[in-house]
């Protein structure tokens, strides 16, 4: 797969290279994510750009910085993505944790450029747990889950990388695809280490994830250790038991 993102070096002697290389702009203050304004209204009124949820519902702001919004829509084309991502690693801005989630999941939108968004990740400091799903969702919906492995444990573990509840049914996917009951076990050690065994949507993925592998007395396990459950927990109990030939089962389960 290619990583390199060049641009022609007689237009323009900025390249994606070159920025991932120049450590200096890693020293650079962050600059704000909006110009100041200079209104005359009280600072209780002055309202801030207003919150969203994407696609995941995760909270992310509706940022006003020229640069951003030529972001949202570069990656057209890999001069696009160039010309922007200078800016902003010149501005300093690209290390900033919501403009570089912007940057890499711009490049997660297309197989083709997703080796540069893992290029991108290899030169943040502290990439967030959002960086991290955005690349490994990518490489799983490609059909690569030895590449979403590789990536996380010599990348993401290595970098000390923080997960989130959207990181373990990510992990439980990758390790179904590779047939690796082993590896989904070691999942859900992470689950507990981390604090996550009551959270429903990863007490639903691991359910899931024990019916799928067969293992219908773990799964069981699982749902009795948690006293809360929603609808998608019953319709993966009753989902899970008919597809292990358990169809008479799950009929006992239904309080």
């Not at 002697?13 to 110009?35: D, G, R, V, Y």
């Not at 690209?94 to 711009?106: E, N, Q």
């Not at 573990?157 to 959207?166: D, I, M």
């Not at 929603?230 to 989902?239: E, F, K, P, R, S």
């Given at each position: 797969?290619?990583?390199?993102?060049?641009?022609?070096?007689?237009?323009?002697?900025?390249?994606?290279?070159?920025?991932?290389?120049?450590?200096?702009?890693?020293?650079?203050?962050?600059?704000?994510?909006?110009?100041?304004?200079?209104?005359?209204?009280?600072?209780?009124?002055?309202?801030?750009?207003?919150?969203?949820?994407?696609?995941?519902?995760?909270?992310?702001?509706?940022?006003?910085?020229?640069?951003?919004?030529?972001?949202?829509?570069?990656?057209?084309?890999?001069?696009?993505?160039?010309?922007?991502?200078?800016?902003?690693?010149?501005?300093?801005?690209?290390?900033?944790?919501l403009a570089a989630g912007r940057a890499v999941k711009r490049l997660c939108s297309?197989?083709?450029?997703?080796?540069?968004?893992?290029?991108?990740?290899?030169?943040?400091?502290?990439?967030?747990?959002?960086?991290?799903?955005?690349?490994?969702?990518?490489?799983?919906?490609?059909?690569?889950?030895?590449?979403?492995?590789?990536?996380?444990?010599?990348?993401?573990?290595?970098?000390?990388?923080?997960?989130?509840?959207?990181t373990f049914p990510l992990l439980f996917k990758m390790f179904d695809e590779l047939?690796?009951?082993?590896?989904?076990?070691?999942?859900?050690?992470?689950?507990?280490?981390?604090?996550?065994?009551?959270?429903?949507?990863?007490?639903?993925?691991?359910?899931?994830?024990?019916?799928?592998?067969?293992?219908?007395?773990?799964?069981?396990?699982?749902?009795?250790?948690?006293?809360?459950?929603?609808?998608v927990t019953w319709n993966t109990m009753i989902d899970g038991f008919v597809k292990?030939?358990?169809?008479?089962?799950?009929?006992?389960?239904?309080?």
């Amino acid at each position: 797969m290619a990583v390199g993102l060049k641009i022609n070096a007689r237009r323009s002697s900025l390249s994606l290279e070159k920025f991932i290389k120049a450590q200096k702009n890693l020293s650079k203050p962050t600059s704000k994510l909006w110009p100041d304004h200079h209104h005359h209204h009280d600072d209780d009124n002055h309202q801030q750009p207003p919150d969203v949820d994407d696609e995941q519902g995760v909270r992310t702001l509706t940022l006003a910085h020229p640069l951003l919004r030529a972001l949202d829509s570069a990656a057209a084309t890999p001069k696009q993505f160039n010309q922007v991502h200078a800016q902003l690693a010149v501005s300093g801005l690209f290390h900033h944790p919501l403009a570089a989630g912007r940057a890499v999941k711009r490049l997660c939108s297309s197989p083709s450029t997703v080796g540069h968004a893992i290029k991108l990740f290899n030169c943040l400091e502290e990439p967030d747990a959002f960086i991290c799903n955005t690349i490994m969702r990518a490489l799983v919906n490609m059909n690569d889950p030895n590449g979403a492995m590789n990536f996380y444990y010599y990348q993401v573990v290595a970098k000390f990388v923080t997960p989130n509840h959207y990181t373990f049914p990510l992990l439980f996917k990758m390790f179904d695809e590779l047939a690796s009951g082993g590896g989904g076990d070691k999942v859900h050690t992470l689950v507990l280490k981390h604090g996550f065994e009551r959270d429903l949507f990863v007490k639903n993925a691991l359910i899931h994830f024990y019916f799928v592998s067969g293992r219908i007395l773990n799964a069981r396990k699982v749902f009795d250790e948690s006293p809360e459950s929603d609808l998608v927990t019953w319709n993966t109990m009753i989902d899970g038991f008919v597809k292990n030939g358990e169809q008479d089962q799950w009929k006992n389960e239904i309080p």
